[in-house]
């Protein structure tokens, strides 16, 4: 069965310094991965997507996140993070087949000026 | 992508009634899907709304309780019925284009708050 597990609730950065958000998964099979981010009061917005394609995805706003199968890892990352990367960011594995998302239990971004 | 919006955006209700929530995709999908938010928590899947025939639901989720309608590629409703205040949460859909496409985009959310 596929799980994902964020292994931070909470992470604090400082302004300019490097972002990491920590993600593992378990699949039985070559899994899509996802990186979400929710901004307060807001929907969920597509950051980046691994379906097994290259494994250094790039996203939006900087965000990049590595596909590790030895490690079984999707961490999200940013060389500098800006306050208005303050959010809730949630990974996310499909189930095989169905198109279905299992969501981590999501990482709230804070960022120190 | 998809751009998806949701009526309302946000709702008082008391309990015993229903609110019906709407979902509008701008293009056709093949896939729509319908989560529950609760506060501080991560998002779980209610049910897949299925054109031309009935939601699929996960685990824990029940037709009588959020009956699901999706009358064509573009369109879908939940409703919550019989409400009670653990019913307050964010109500999100999604859709997608499905085939070879799994990435699902999500609409704004519906804010429901049961008195």
């Known amino acids: 069965a596929q799980s994902v597990t964020q292994l931070d609730s909470h992470v604090s950065v400082s302004e300019g310094t490097p972002v990491l958000l920590r993600c593992n998964y378990s699949s039985s099979y070559s899994p899509s991965l996802f990186w979400y981010v929710q901004h307060p009061n807001k929907g969920l917005q597509l950051l980046l997507k691994?379906?097994?394609?290259?494994?250094l995805v790039k996203g939006i706003n900087g965000f990049e996140a590595e596909f590790k199968k030895s490690e079984t890892s999707f961490h999200l990352t940013k060389p500098s993070a800006h306050m208005s990367d303050a959010a809730e960011y949630f990974c996310v594995v499909t189930i095989s087949g169905t198109y279905k998302y299992i969501f981590g239990t999501g990482t709230r971004l804070k960022v120190l000026a | 992508s998809a751009v998806i919006s949701q009526k309302p955006s946000r709702d008082i209700c008391q309990r015993g009634t229903s609110l019906t929530i709407q979902c509008q995709v701008d293009s056709q999908v093949t896939m729509m899907f319908w989560y529950r938010q609760q506060p501080g928590q991560s998002l779980t899947l209610i049910a897949t709304?299925?054109?031309?025939?009935?939601?699929?639901?996960e685990s824990g989720f029940v037709i009588d309780k959020f009956p699901i309608s999706r009358p064509n590629l573009t369109f879908s409703t939940l409703t919550v019925s019989n409400m009670s205040p653990e019913d307050s949460s964010i109500y999100l859909c999604?859709?997608?284009?499905?085939?070879?496409?799994?990435?699902?985009?999500f609409g704004p959310g519906t804010r429901l708050l049961v008195l």
């Open positions: 691994y379906t097994s394609a290259a494994t």
């Open positions: 709304a299925n054109q031309g025939s009935e939601a699929t639901y």
């Open positions: 999604s859709a997608s284009r499905g085939m070879s496409e799994e990435t699902q985009y």
